[in-house]
């Protein structure tokens, strides 16, 4: 089996160990670019699950990444290794739903609402526009329905999956007129409990964020999160108990 796992800096295990986003912020790693810095993935929640799986694990997680960076990313891998597909299975882990990736003469930049992103100065006037401009409602729906037929998608090439929300929920789709919510058949942790995020459980169980200013989690936190997960995959049939080592 392969654990393929993308997301945001959550997923990437940033802060696990050492406060470092991407491995280019750290001398020792600056030609491994935005990947996550090795040090902090090897402790994260997804190298735990490849562990308790006895598997190999794939993370193209990044740092600040969104939503449509993890789907195009994961597709483009999906497209790249066919013959792996039956023996993969992915978990993923959504970020904030008001990001997006601008290309920009070839090179993909991930914004958010922060105001504080880097962007060239070409782009700048876009980037003031776009925080002016955010929808949040629309950025929820969007993001639901986009989420949704990624579902769909790997469904119909036959991926055994799990999202999860990192902090962001689709709880408001609750009190909005249309009925929003779907049937993800187990394959989605909590898609509209504002409880059951990332975030959410880790803090109700005792885990404190890594500084004031951070939302991510250490290594212990990781280990947990590593093991609920496993849990619920078990308690839904979408691993086998078989499929857990026992090494």
Request: aromatic share 14%; glycine share 6%; net charge negative.
């Amino acid at each position: 089996m392969i654990l393929y796992v993308n997301g945001d800096s959550h997923a990437a295990g940033t802060d696990a160990l050492f406060s470092y986003g991407w491995a280019e912020d750290d001398s020792k790693f600056q030609d491994k670019g935005k990947n996550p810095h090795p040090y902090n993935e090897k402790v994260s929640f997804g190298a735990v699950l490849s562990e308790l799986l006895g598997c190999q694990r794939i993370n193209q997680s990044q740092a600040g990444g969104s939503n449509p960076r993890i789907i195009r990313v994961i597709k483009q891998w999906i497209e790249s290794n066919p013959k792996l597909l039956k023996d993969t299975l992915m978990l993923i882990q959504w970020s904030t739903w008001e990001r997006e990736e601008w290309l920009h003469n070839g090179e993909w930049y991930q914004v958010n609402a922060s105001g504080i992103d880097h962007v060239p100065a070409e782009l700048e006037q876009r980037y003031r526009q776009y925080i002016m401009d955010i929808d949040y409602d629309a950025c929820t729906r969007n993001s639901h329905d986009n989420i949704w037929q990624f579902h769909q998608y790997l469904n119909q090439k036959g991926i055994r999956h799990l999202f999860f929300n990192g902090n962001s929920t689709f709880s408001d789709l609750k009190d909005f007129s249309s009925p929003d919510c779907r049937d993800w058949n187990n394959c989605y942790l909590g898609p509209y409990d504002r409880e059951l995020s990332y975030n959410s459980v880790l803090l109700t169980n005792g885990f404190a964020h890594v500084n004031a200013k951070s939302g991510h989690f250490d290594k212990i936190a990781h280990c947990f999160w590593a093991n609920y997960v496993l849990q619920y995959m078990l308690n839904n049939q979408i691993v086998s108990a078989n499929e857990i080592s026992t090494d």
